[in-house]
């Protein structure tokens, strides 16, 4: 029997044509704002995923795409394309009081297994766990915080700096700042947190070579916006040198259960019998991420804004001079908020203009909620955007003037500002236990640098017209290339 004859070619180009559509289909899914937040304002996704792979900092997108929805159109949310999917940020601070004051209403989400950083990390930590998980480790860790601040341990590190610093030679020295603010924070973490000295700013710590190694490789922005891409296209190195830095996590945890170190505070946690090993694995990853990179991030920033306002650099250093002497070890009581009221000041503007993370960890509601004048389904994924929240013209006035003195008492204390909304952080009964660490480790660190140094930026700072931030997978906000001209101050008699 002839066979019947076949037109192979218009065949094939039917099947291209088809798989086209899908493709097509399945990218309009993807991407096509769902019904259930179609009467919100919404950001634009084509410009969203411009921004994305051109790999735009956050504070860069935020300004451009967000904040127009707060400053100009006076939304207090909007939503917004990423991690792959649709969710709401929240611009307006008093609806992210709301969100974050429940732990109920608005637990934290739990993420997929698409994400390549949330692998590391893990959901069983003091960030993503919800109900009686968290309960248990918020008891945990903020019991562990309660111990005494490790003043003696910033300045020892301080010491450890300068005497980097003081490798180049005498006189006027150009240091890369943000690498070593990254140093100093990494090795107060490893010490006192992880309770691991890496020794980061006198050695090359190959540990923290691996460590950045895999945060850069994890930062491709097509994988950031479309974490789907880790099951299509599996990338084999980046998941090698993850596995390898949780495996080097899991010897460490092995270790200190062999041989429990003293204070620090994954060994008060080893020490709990309610931790599973999961638990301890997934807060080690989280604590040395929070501890470090947050920290470096707003001392870099302290320092840069100190280097553009030379009149506050004077004013902060006579008000240490002032307080704890020439020559002085810093205390726990010299470098209280009191002792040091315009430095905490600059610190907390700091932490307003140039906040470490951009967001907080995404929450889910519920149940239907209406926030303002909008109505939010159950099931609904929402975000405070802190850096939106930081640069409300309707709250600060002057939200892109660095201006420390708005947080001090005598302005505030009888003023609408005696409650602002600061919130590098987060806050509500998820606000981070750490903060008070992180605040006296700023302060220690910026009391001892005052004293020593005088800086100003070089001539040919890429940071003359205003700070610049890296792009970071992470909602990290950390300066790049920072190099600082610093000049050794002559010792006051």
């Not at 127009?68 to 792959?84: D, K, L, R």
């Not at 969710?87 to 934290?108: N, R």
């Not at 070579?209 to 945060?215: E, G, H, I, L």
Request: some cysteine; proline content about 8%.
């Amino acid at each position: 029997m002839p066979s019947m004859p076949v037109d192979l070619p218009e065949n094939l180009a039917l099947c291209a044509a088809g798989a086209g559509f899908l493709l097509l289909w399945g990218l309009f899914r993807l991407l096509a704002v769902p019904a259930h937040l179609r009467h919100l304002p919404v950001v634009p996704i084509i410009p969203l995923i411009r921004s994305y792979v051109s790999r735009e900092p956050d504070d860069v997108r935020i300004r451009r795409l967000i904040l127009p929805f707060a400053n100009q159109q006076s939304e207090g949310m909007v939503v917004v394309w990423a991690m792959g999917t649709w969710m709401i940020h929240i611009i307006d601070p008093k609806l992210c009081a709301q969100v974050v004051g429940s732990t109920t209403a608005f637990k934290k989400s739990v993420p997929g297994e698409g994400s390549m950083f949330w692998r590391f990390v893990g959901a069983s930590n003091i960030v993503m766990a919800n109900g009686e998980q968290w309960k248990k480790q918020s008891q945990i860790l903020r019991q562990a915080f309660n111990a005494p601040i490790p003043i003696d341990l910033f300045t020892s590190l301080a010491r450890n700096a300068f005497e980097v610093m003081e490798a180049a030679g005498t006189g006027t020295r150009v240091v890369r700042w943000c690498d070593l603010a990254q140093r100093f924070a990494l090795d107060a973490v490893g010490t006192s947190i992880v309770g691991f000295n890496y020794d980061a700013i006198r050695t090359d710590s190959p540990f923290v070579k691996d460590y950045n190694s895999f945060m850069h490789n994890v930062a491709s922005p097509l994988y950031l916006a479309f974490p789907l891409l880790e099951r299509i296209f599996p990338r084999p190195n980046v998941v090698s040198q993850m596995e390898n830095l949780i495996s080097g996590f899991e010897r460490d945890l092995e270790a200190k259960r062999a041989n429990p170190g003293d204070g620090d505070i994954m060994t008060f946690m080893v020490k709990h019998p309610d931790i599973s090993a999961k638990e301890l694995r997934d807060n080690m990853a989280t604590l040395f991420i929070a501890g470090h990179d947050t920290t470096s991030g707003a001392i870099a920033s302290l320092v840069y804004f100190l280097a553009v306002n030379q009149h506050m650099q004077h004013r902060v250093r006579e008000e240490v001079l002032s307080t704890l002497g020439p020559t002085a070890d810093p205390s726990l009581s010299t470098l209280s908020p009191q002792s040091l009221p315009y430095l905490n000041a600059c610190i907390r503007e700091v932490l307003r203009i140039n906040p470490p993370a951009s967001y907080i960890t995404p929450r889910i509601s519920s149940e239907g909620v209406t926030l303002g004048k909008y109505y939010v389904p159950a099931g609904t994924l929402l975000i405070c955007n802190i850096f939106a929240v930081h640069h409300s013209d309707a709250v600060w006035g002057d939200p892109d003037i660095f201006r420390p003195e708005r947080f001090l008492d005598d302005e505030n204390k009888a003023g609408a500002r005696a409650k602002v909304p600061l919130i590098p952080f987060s806050s509500g009964p998820r606000q981070c236990p750490a903060q008070n660490f992180a605040m006296y480790e700023m302060r220690a660190l910026a009391a001892m640098l005052l004293r020593e140094y005088d800086w100003v930026l070089p001539e040919s700072s890429i940071h003359a017209d205003g700070v610049k931030n890296a792009f970071s997978p992470f909602a990290l906000t950390l300066p790049y290339d920072l190099d600082v001209e610093f000049h050794k101050r002559t010792p006051v008699a």
